[in-house]
């Protein structure tokens, strides 16, 4: 079996200049804030796109990274507790796209699932349809929202054991369910690594497959 626990500095280093990185959680809810800060800390790689729920609050590492200028595209949901993307929006020094929340988990599914897009009634009439395919379907008019998909997708569960199954506690589950499918090579930060079986099947909420590297962080041990 592959040994998939590693640092946080060694998993960031598959991002590359102009990669689209996922990163989990809403707010401080389910982020992997370790390795955000070693994305920031320990590597330069720029010229990046970044799909996240929000860009974080100024307490935050997804924050500094968008202020450290090597944030070129956002796809987000939420800015408002991040006063630099607001910038960047309003002075167009980065592509920031903003959509509906939900419509925002659905393209990241979508991505994942292989699936050329998603139709959906919410946006229609609105600026958020600006430049995007509209359908009738039995008289109901709906937005054609495109896939996501990205080079490396960061996530946080609470529990890994050694082949990558992930226990997500909660609201934690967010976003980091639909990343995990979603990008090439995916890293999850846990609090708790433990032996291959200890994990109940019926709690697992992510498959090891989709898991590429592990990084333990925290004080809880089993």
């Not at 167009?92 to 699932?113: C, F, H, S």
């Not at 890994?160 to 995990?180: H, K, Q, T, Y």
């Not at 992510?206 to 990084?215: K, S």
Request: charged share 25%; proline share 4%.
């Amino acid at each position: 079996m592959i040994n998939k626990l590693i640092s946080a500095e060694d998993a960031v280093k598959r991002v590359k200049d102009g990669d689209t990185v996922m990163v989990g959680g809403f707010l401080a809810g389910g982020h992997p804030e370790e390795l955000v800060r070693a994305l920031v800390e320990t590597h330069s790689a720029g010229n990046l796109s970044l799909i996240s729920n929000d860009t974080g609050t100024p307490e935050l590492s997804i924050y500094k990274l968008v202020k450290s200028g090597r944030v070129k595209r956002i796809y987000a949901s939420y800015i408002g507790s991040n006063p630099e993307t607001g910038r960047l929006l309003m002075t167009k020094e980065a592509e920031v796209n903003l959509y509906p929340q939900g419509t925002l988990a659905e393209k990241i599914r979508a991505g994942g699932a292989g699936l050329g897009g998603v139709l959906t009634p919410v946006g229609v009439g609105t600026i958020v349809e600006e430049g995007k395919r509209k359908l009738d379907i039995d008289g109901k008019e709906y937005l054609l929202e495109l896939p996501l998909h990205a080079n490396v997708a960061l996530i946080r569960a609470h529990k890994a054991d050694e082949a990558g199954n992930l226990v997500i506690d909660g609201s934690s589950r967010n976003f980091n369910f639909v990343m995990a499918m979603a990008a090439d090579y995916v890293v999850a930060e846990v609090d708790t690594y433990v032996k291959l079986g200890e994990i109940d099947p019926n709690h697992v909420n992510v498959p090891g497959i989709l898991i590429d590297a592990i990084v333990k962080v925290g004080n809880t041990h089993e």
